[in-house]
T-cell receptor, first 114, second 113 residues
Framework: NAGVTQTPKFRILKIGQSMTLQCTQD?????MYWYRQDPGMGLKLIYY???????DKGEVPNGYNVSRSTTEDFPLRLELAAPSQTSVYFC?????????????FGPGTRLTVL | QKEVEQNSGPLSVPEGAIASLNCTYS??????FFWYRQYSGKSPELIMF????GDKEDGRFTAQLNKASQYVSLLIRDSQPSDSATYLC?????????????FGAGTILRVKS
């Protein structure tokens, strides 16, 4: 199993550009999550999904959109990139978030908006 | 606002010593608690979780939970330079569609050889 994979690893965007961060998991997990991590900060939840076709906002959803058409894929869309979106983005998945709720993380995408 | 608080550090300990990392949380309804380790430039990886009051041991790591005082801690015995990393405390909080993790900002640990 590859686990959780993310592409690209690095990206530089200009202000106002758009892009999609890709996330794929091959563990047949129902739940998937997008986090951002700013320097010296913890992980902030952007969006999450409880299964194909179902998504919901997390703590910091503004400026982002998601979709979940399959169990495996959970892309994150940035429209009109802003410098405040410069961050490291992590995708994660879990089978069912019961009280153990182990989340498996992808390697991250480091995004810079100039 | 549901919060998880950690001392940012850095916490410096000599090799072989015990490192003690602490975390407090605001939501009294939280049921389970996690410690993730994150090396610089890498993604978080789960070390331990705990959901009962008291201690839980796994090798050199011991997690301690006190729900009445709303704190959870991680002890690392016989600290090694390879333990140098950021340690993230995460609390499982019940939301409309299930449980979600809320992370603290992390404590930087440096183990000096």
């Amino acid at each position: 199993n590859a686990g959780v994979t993310q592409t690209p690893k690095f990206r530089i965007l200009k202000i106002g550009q758009s892009m999609t961060l890709q996330c794929t998991q091959d563990m047949n997990h129902n739940y998937m999550y997008w986090y951002r991590q700013d320097p010296g900060m913890g992980l902030k939840l952007i969006y999450y999904s409880v299964g194909a076709g179902i998504t919901d906002k997390g703590e910091v959803p503004n400026g982002y959109n998601v979709s979940r058409s399959t169990t495996e894929d959970f892309p994150l869309r940035l429209e009109l990139a802003a410098p405040s979106q410069t961050s490291v983005y992590f995708c994660a998945s879990s089978i069912i978030p019961d009280r153990t709720n182990e989340q498996f993380f992808g390697p991250g995408t480091r995004l810079t908006v100039l | 606002q549901k919060e998880v608080e950690q001392n940012s550090g850095p916490l410096s300990v000599p090799e072989g010593a015990i490192a003690s990392l602490n975390c407090t949380y605001s939501d009294r309804g939280s049921q389970s608690f996690f410690w993730y380790r994150q090396y610089s430039g890498k993604s978080p990886e789960l070390i331990m979780f705990i959901y009962s009051n008291g201690d839980k041991e796994d090798g050199r790591f011991t997690a301690q939970l006190n729900k009445a005082s709303q704190y959870v801690s991680l002890l690392i015995r016989d600290s090694q330079p390879s333990d140098s990393a950021t340690y993230l405390c995460a609390v499982n909080m019940l939301e409309e569609y299930g449980n979600k993790l809320v992370f603290g900002a992390g404590t930087i640990l440096r183990v000096k050889s």
